[in-house]
């Protein structure tokens, strides 16, 4: 049984990566975005333990968990951001949210 080659993840990351960038530039909702961005963490998650198999190495698996707590942290902050903006303004679109404008 032959071993998938590593260009097939490096091509799936930045396919995913790629995707993640795509959705976070062209939608207007917040949730979208943030789910936008964790794609495109997971792209890099995807990437790093990829080479962490090749290289026979555990310090890419050890930044992986590192870059999943970050994005734990960051979806919950987030969320709880726009729990407080929906509260206020009715609306998830990034378009009506003018009160953070310097």
Do not use: C
Not at 29 to 37: D, G, V
């Amino acid at each position: 049984m032959n071993p998938v080659p590593l260009q097939w993840y490096i091509w799936l990351s930045l396919a995913l990566f790629m995707t993640g960038m795509f959705g976070f530039l062209t939608r207007r909702s917040i949730i979208l975005m943030f789910l936008s961005i964790e794609v495109m963490l997971n792209a890099v998650n995807l990437s790093l333990v990829a080479f962490s198999h090749f290289l026979n190495d555990l310090r890419g698996q050890v930044l992986v968990l590192f870059v999943v707590t970050v994005a734990a942290s960051e979806a919950a902050i987030g969320l709880a951001i726009l729990v407080a903006l929906f509260r206020n303004r009715a609306t998830a679109q990034i378009d009506k949210i003018t009160e953070m404008k310097g």
